[in-house]
């Protein structure tokens, strides 16, 4: 069973960074894209990123520019990188990994919380 498990959140001020981990571990089958998601209170759950095995970054349009998603092939490890944090970005951060076999993983997700 595949688990992914990510890091990295906390609290911060408005206009600091972070930097989200999503480490997995157990998988059989090569993982092919893994990506990140967050849920903000009362909302669904939105795709922010999401990076092929071989590199190809796609973005939602509302974070263009201050997200930045990043991989470790090696180490089955994705990264995202958040910049000019703003009060609107506090949610649940979710990664997001899928198989070579059409098998879909989720992590457990990770708080970050922006203050004003």
């Not at 688990?3 to 571990?25: D, I, K, N, P, Y």
């Not at 910049?83 to 989720?106: G, H, M």
């Amino acid at each position: 069973q595949v688990q992914l498990v990510e890091s990295g959140g906390g609290l911060v001020q408005a206009g600091e960074s972070l930097r989200l981990s999503c480490a997995a571990s157990g998988s059989r089958f090569k993982l092919t894209t893994m990506g990140w998601y967050r849920q903000a209170p009362g909302k669904q759950r939105e795709l922010l990123a999401g990076i092929t095995r071989g590199g190809n970054t796609n973005y939602a349009d509302s974070v263009k520019g201050r997200f930045t998603i990043s991989r470790d092939n090696a180490n089955d490890t994705v990264y995202l990188q958040i910049n000019s944090l703003k009060p609107e970005d506090t949610a649940v951060y979710y990664c997001n990994a899928q198989s070579i076999r059409f098998q879909t993983f989720w992590g457990q997700g990770t708080q970050v919380t922006v203050s004003s």
